[in-house]
T-cell receptor, first 111, second 115 residues
Framework: AQRVTQPEKLLSVFKGAPVELKCNYS??????LFWYVQYSRQRLQLLLR??SRESIKGFTADLNKGETSFHLKKPFAQEEDSAMYYC?????????????FGQGTRLTINP | KAGVTQTPRYLIKTRGQQVTLSCSPI?????VSWYQQTPGQGLQFLFE???????NKGNFPGRFSGRQFSNSRSEMNVSTLELGDSALYLC??????????????FGQGTRLTVV
């Protein structure tokens, strides 16, 4: 079964504190994983993909196949990071498109 | 480069009616996929089209259908609407088969309310 689990619906941290949004997946095969973000009144947009192994807006995510996890981390949270975050898995294999989303985590950064 | 455009932005329909939603992908993108977003079920994949052919399908009843035209624009149709079909319908486009990346670019969505 293809499934993405984000255990926290809501996460609230103070500005400057570290942030970790958890994501676990279930997929037989080599997964292609993403983090999407939706800021207030904006469309859903890609934040990170595990293939690129880059840091965007200070966020990083490492694929841990042993733990089937793809947690999103940022060492120092900023107020502009407040948004809805979705972990997603491409369940169709490379070059095709079938995203399986987690339920999302609403991140609030308190001043 | 213009983003993914969905029309209309809002729709109100009556139970039993049918509805057609439209999506114009980013220029040059050949893959268009559709998602349903509801508070209870979250974001769920409906189907994906590539070069006018349905390439992947989610677990939705046959009342949900779609098509893609030669210019990559896509339409989604829901027949015999039910109250539970009320949702935000999102369209996403991606480069498709020629590119290794499968990054999906999303539209603003169409908010469908069934009364």
């Amino acid at each position: 079964a293809q499934r993405v689990t984000q255990p926290e619906k809501l996460l609230s941290v103070f500005k400057g504190a570290p942030v970790e949004l958890k994501c676990n997946y279930s997929y037989s095969g080599s997964p292609e994983l993403f983090w999407y973000v939706q800021y207030s009144r904006q469309r859903l947009q890609l934040l990170l993909r595990h293939i690129s192994r880059e840091s965007i807006k200070g966020f990083t995510a490492d694929l841990n196949k042993g733990e089937t996890s793809f947690h999103l981390k940022k060492p120092f949270a900023q107020e502009e990071d407040s948004a809805m975050y979705y972990c997603a898995l491409n369940g169709a294999g490379e070059r095709a498109q079938k995203l399986v989303f987690g339920q999302g985590t609403r991140l609030t950064i308190n001043p | 480069k213009a983003g993914v455009t969905q029309t209309p932005r809002y729709l109100i329909k009556t139970r039993g009616q049918q509805v057609t939603l439209s999506c114009s992908p980013i220029s040059g993108h050949r893959s268009v996929s559709w998602y349903q977003q509801t508070p209870g079920q979250g974001l769920q994949f409906l189907f994906e089209y590539f070069s006018e052919t349905q390439r992947n399908k989610g677990n939705f009843p046959g009342r949900f259908s779609g098509r893609q035209f030669s210019n990559s624009r896509s339409e989604m149709n829901v027949s015999t609407l039910e109250l539970g079909d009320s949702a935000l319908y999102l369209c996403a486009s991606s480069a498709g088969q020629e590119a290794m990346t499968t990054e999906a670019f999303f539209g603003q969505g169409t908010r469908l309310t069934v009364v």
